[in-house]
């Protein structure tokens, strides 16, 4: 196959893309035709009632339903047992009123108290997840129903004295009735009546920018009347209340209002600035890159204790896991870098996923992609000092591999039947891979005719929804490559290719380089793609020179005989790519600290292939480079990769033998670095690694002393860690460590965090057990995030002995997690259960349930397989 692509001739392109256009936006119900044959055309089927949000009836509200506006009233009592009570109004017009419609509304049906449609009372018709209304009720054009009801509370995230919404991707429907699908944009109107003590947030300011209390109501009592807010999708409709501290700023002439409730000082003093000048950096690059102006009424941000995502980029009212904004003045470079990387990624979705959205979630990954492919460029501009190629690689490419080189790889984009399932479409493909893609498309494109294909098509479809397709027409317009063709491997197809090589010539002093890619998964597809080769010499002169795979095989000139090769050395590559024998012996020798990157993961990728070096061995390089690695993301690239090694990848007798020696390399590395920064990060895998009783109790020594080695910074939450990895190894301590912990936190969301962890870490089974059980309903799994860390806990290696036996519970589970967790829950699960196993019995376990369930949800299935990875290779390399 020939990858060569090239137009046939553009008016061909231009006629076929119309076409194609013009058959990929059919509604699915036509306008009825009256001919003098046949008064009326006959009345199109109504979509089938049933659970979640069909895409089938997704598109005949579409076609049917505009000028959708919600108007909710909610009174939110201080007690979080009492019910919501609410009232909604909305409003919406019906090019055809011979159908039923369906409102979505995943909640009991008691719920519901009274309905009225245009003025007129109306029995309750729920079920199947919809309340649906009778075509005889509906009028042609303007309708308005009100419902009186009592809210849903699946996805209002409340807690003691505060709560949330978070109603990606169909969630909004578990709360009140609406048509909760990304193409039917609309107005939100709210208005919540709170504890007096309570702040709010939602996507509209404040009406008048004041509070006005309700007359006649009890004291303690007041009430938010917002603005009517932007036109923007269900799943961005957000509000937040309870207890929060307010802090506004101006910055770039733009007034901004945070809401938190974070109480240590030192957090405090060195994270407030830096996160409102972030903000007001990525809103000025987003400007300027796209040439639009910030598109909304307001710009707010909201940081919440354990938040199930880094954050969610509600219009006018982002939230942000609270951790992740709150910075004390001994973070690393690694999580300044990510604190950058994040407001930014929410910003971009100002314009990329609000302002333009996908017309289905099918095509959710493009937000996604262009956040994260913006959030680079961002933070390389906002971020003083930063490595934008080389924070590139360190956090896409481990990432994206680690989905696509499993059984369970699936493309950027995936059918999508039910909005139910769109919960599965997230991940690190499109997280991670889908900006590699982007990357090279910008290459292949040109950075310039990139841009201005983005521009046009965010003006194009500017508060509005638009498909991938949209786009591709808008950029295959702007390069003679064939981008439908180029799409097709990159976008729609699973996967990467391995690249083998060859160097031939030399009787005339004239060498070629040639290289061959093969699929991984033996098919014949080739991924059209540019990288760079860094060749060495033997004298020691080196060249970097492109190499642009359009074919099988490419070869290109070289000016000498390589001594050394390092391949993909700009890290802009994907794939597997070739690494030398040597290679983990000299690669903190490269210069470059982008093409020792590249030189870490090319390695990790080949081990877990069982080629060019064995766990064990990579592991003794890695020990070596931990005081030659001068980069601080390298240094956190290969002491995670060590850790994963030494935890999955070693046997318990390997590790024995092992760790002595590694806690000894990790400990004198920590003496001789210099970079506070280092030091921590070299601290952090010593305390996960610890085995030996002299690593453990200078452990718990510096954890009773509160004591951090020289040039360490430990801050409170530090010390919550080390508390936790004592309790998993079961450290004699004289009296208890985790209630000694807990009576040191004075945050109150803290204390309640290691409070549940803690009987996942009791030194008794029974206890264990007990809190496995209590998993089992929705109710133990209501803090998302805090169930992940205590089933890292429950399944830590030195616990499995007890904790195999929950597997094939944590599997049967994992259906009803999907459909009552949020979207990263079901992998989330997955990972934390088997994520550390490495026993045949445990791999049995998951072949078993997979061959138990042979039409087990596709999706999940994928997720289960992408899990298990790790504990297939394990077993095989153990051979």
Known sequence: MNFRFRKYGRAGAVLLGLLAAACHRA???????????????AVE?????????????????????????????????????????????????????????????????????????????????????????????????????????RAGELSLNRNADYLYTLLVPDRARTVLPVFDQPDLKATFTLTLTLPKAWQAVANAPVRDSAIQVRDGLLPGIKTYYFATSDSISTYLFSFAAGKFSRVSRTENGR????????????????????????????????????????????????AIPDFQYGGMEHVGAIDYKASSLFLDEGATQDQVLARSSLVAHETAHMWFGDLVTMRWFNDVWMKEVFANFMADKVTQVAVKNSNYDLKFVVDHYP?????????????????????QDAGSLYGNIIYHKAPIMMRQLERLMGPEAFRDGLREYLRKYAHGNATWPDLIEILDARTPTDLQAWNQVWVNQPGRPVFTYRISGGHDQRYGLYMTQTAEDGSDRLWPQEFEVLIESASGEQQQLSVKMEDREKGIRIPFLPKRIVFNSTGLGYGVFPAAADLPATITQLKNPVARAASYVNLYENMLRGEVVKPRELLDAYRQALTRETEELNLKLLTGQASAIFWQFLTPAQRRAVGPGLEADLWAALQKTAAPNAKKQLFKTYQSVALTPAAQTRLYNIWQTQKAPVGVKLTEDDYTALALALAVRDYAAPAPILPAQLARITNDDRRQRLQYLMPALAPDVATRDAFFESLRTKAGRAKEAWVTAALGYLHHPLRQATSEKYLPASLDLLQEIQLTGDIFFPYSWLQATLGSYQAPTAAATVRAFLAAHPDYNPPLRAKLLQAADDLFRAEKLAR
Do not use: C, W
């Open 399 to 419: 990432a994206a591999y680690g989905i696509d080189r499993t059984a369970g790889a699936n493309p950027i984009r995936q059918p999508l039947a039910n909005l």
């Open 45 to 149: 089927p109504d979509p089938p009632i049933t659970p979640g949000v069909s895409e089938v009836l997704a598109r005949a509200r579409r076609a049917n339903i505009s000028s959708v506006a919600y108007n909710f009233s909610l009174n939110i009592p201080a007690l979080k047992t009492e019910p919501i009570e609410a009232v909604e109004q909305v409003s919406f017009n019906l090019k055809d009123n011979r159908h039923p419609v369906q409102f979505d509304f995943k909640a009991p049906t008691d719920y519901l108290h009274r309905l009225t449609l245009n003025g007129q009372p109306l029995a309750i018709d729920h079920h199947d997840e919809h309340l649906v209304l009778p075509a005889a009720a509906l009028l042609l054009g303007h309708n308005v129903l009100k419902i009186d009801l």
């Open 255 to 302: 007034p901004m209002t945070l809401l938190h409730r974070e109480t240590d000082p030192a957090k405090l003093q060195s994270s407030l600035g830096p996160t409102f000048r972030l903000h007001a950096d990525a809103l000025s690059f987003m400007e300027q890159y796209t040439g639009l102006p910030y598109p909304f009424q307001k710009f707010d941000f909201t």
């Open 27 to 41: 509604p699915l119900f036509n306008t009825p035709v009256t001919t003098s044959l046949r008064p009326a055309a």
